[in-house]
Structure formats: structure tokens, C-alpha cells
């Protein structure tokens, strides 16, 4: 392929097709490989058909029962650990660790109702939460929680 620039650019110019070409060959066989693969299956009798099919139900099942069993835990949503209902004196702490022992990831908020940047949070959170149900998503009142490097017990006050 004569580029009309000389000896030089002819030898980069023969350098660059040899290795596009070279490219396009190593393409077309990994693309023959998986029609092959295909075809493979297309072929193959009812009984492996049926094993893949079996194989991916059970895998469809699995992941069906891990989702319940993460939604159980309380993924799926945005919850507050601060209330603990019936205005009684609620163990932050408690709960939190509670939570941690239940889930493998786990998102907490620690948040004041009096800091504005927060309620940003809260919308891209609640939002998130039920996107990503093998996460726990939980927010924290500061507010309402002793700071335990003072001595306290990160029981509510």
C-alpha cells in the first residue's frame, strides 16, 4: 500500500495495517468461537438444555431468597435507628450494632435535624436505598445520642 509520502511513512503506514489487520484476525476468531458455541448448543440434545435450564433456576431461586432474606433485615429502605417508638428511651447504640451484625454492607447517616446539608442526603439516600437492596440503609440522630468519647453510653438522652 503505497501511502505517497516516502520510504519512511511507508514502513509506519505497512506497520499500522499489518497490526489492524492482525486485530480484525484475532476478532473474527473469538467471534467464530462463540457462534460455534451457539451452534454447539443448538444442536445438543433436549436433556443438556434442560441441565442449563435447571441450572439457571436454581440460580434464579437463590438469588430470589437472598433478596427476601435482605429485605427481611430492613434493606430495601432508608430507616432511622434514632426512634424507637412509643417515646420511650430508645438505645441508639444497641440498635445500630444490632443492624451491623445483620448485614454485610450497611450505609448510616449520622445526621442533625438542624443542618440543612442533611436533608440532601436524606432524598439521594432514600432514593438509593431501594436500588440497592443488598445494602442497609440507616440514619442516625446525633442529636439524640451521648457522645461516647465523653463517657456516655450512646443512649439517647
Known sequence: MDLGFGNTNQSVGNAAANTLLRATQAQEAAIAS?????????????SELEKLRER??????AAQSQKA?????????YSD??????????????????AAKKSNRMVVHFHRPTTRQC????????QL???????????INVEGCDDVREGGS???A
Request: proline content about 3%.
Open 154 to 156: 450512646g443512649v439517647g
Open 34 to 46: 462463540e457462534i460455534s458455541k451457539y451452534d454447539a448448543l443448538l444442536e445438543s440434545n433436549d
Open 119 to 126: 436533608d440532601v442526603f436524606h432524598a439521594a439516600l432514600e
Open 81 to 98: 435507628l434514632s426512634s424507637g417508638g412509643g417515646g420511650q428511651q430508645h438505645d441508639i447504640a444497641k440498635a445500630f450494632f444490632e
Open 129 to 139: 436505598a431501594p436500588r440497592h437492596p443488598e445494602t442497609r440503609f440507616v440514619k
Open 56 to 61: 439457571r433456576l436454581a440460580q434464579m431461586k
Open 69 to 77: 432474606k435482605w429485605l427481611e433485615a430492613g434493606h430495601g429502605v
